[in-house]
């Protein structure tokens, strides 16, 4: 039905843009050494391996992790029930209460597991280890809750929210910070619950219909963002219907009630792309005189979940909440 996560396109290719735009057209500084100067190699120990969750793993030229970040790892804000995050978990988890809600035990993955399984090509900028927090060459710091997407789906639940901290090297303003939360979640969509769906749909629409809510979607099915090819086109559709009315739903719950009276919420579909999801948007929402990005969402691709061993249609979204 639905999935939520953090997620940040334009974090990911533009903060990798800081490395590949740095001067090579400085001159060069020539150090000249006095007469009979002596040149002595110094050895300096070698770092010694992390130790994280009563786990050690051993660094090489990929560690790039320092303990200033290693230490967020046990503040699990997550479970704190007072906490803001805590507290939209818990409202997400109760509008899609049939759902199963995982909270991962620990931030550390294969490299593989946040990366290659969920089909990022090998040149994607979020790999560059300007951008990710490594261990060591196999293993990092998760940069999304997707990363468990694939293991997930291989318990056979057919509709589960995951919620997480997550690692990226983002610079620290008024939007980003390197430390942060996601929440994703999933539905299986069998091909043999079409008749089911198309009834679902009827009657989100209909109840979204009698709310004070202004959906702007100008997005359309296209060579840019097309249903995939393994995909039955009436089946996608309907699929992808659930998905808005879905979230839309969710939407309104989590900001209509905050709406001055008399004006009505306004929400805005935006066409997407993800490695991970075809089709695929972005959401918006009009709050306090600007548009406010929520979330990324869309339909996983079939090969990802091939991969796990299951082959029905499945629908996935994405949004985040940040410390």
Known sequence: MWAT????????????????????????????????TQLR????????????????YKRDTYSNTPPAILSKIDRRLLHHPSHPLSILRNIIESHFSTHTSLTPSSPI????????????????????????YYLNKEYMLRTHTSAHEVETYRKGLDRWLISADVYRRD????SHYPVFHQMEGTQV???SDITEIKELNAKLQKELESCPLIIEDETTISSTNPYQPTHDPELAEEVTKHLKHSLNSLIYRLFGSQQMEGEPLRV????????????????????NGEWLELLGCGVVQQKTLDQAGMFSFRLRTESNAKD
């Open 41 to 56: 190699r110094i050895s300096t120990p070698a770092a010694s391996p992390y130790q994280i969750l009563d786990q050690i």
């Open 171 to 174: 610079e620290i303003d008024a």
């Open 189 to 191: 969509w069998p091909s």
């Open 109 to 132: 993955v294969s490299v593989w597991q946040n990366f290659d399984e969920l089909g990022f090509p090998p040149d994607h900028p979020g790999r560059s280890l300007t951008d990710s």
């Open 5 to 36: 996560k953090t997620r940040t396109i334009s974090t990911l290719l533009g903060q990798c843009s800081r490395c590949r735009y740095a001067s090579t057209s400085r001159p060069k500084i020539t150090a000249r050494l006095p007469p009979h």
């Open 268 to 287: 805005r579909w935006i066409e997407a792309f993800f490695p991970f999801t075809s089709p695929s948007y972005e959401v918006e929402v009009w709050w």
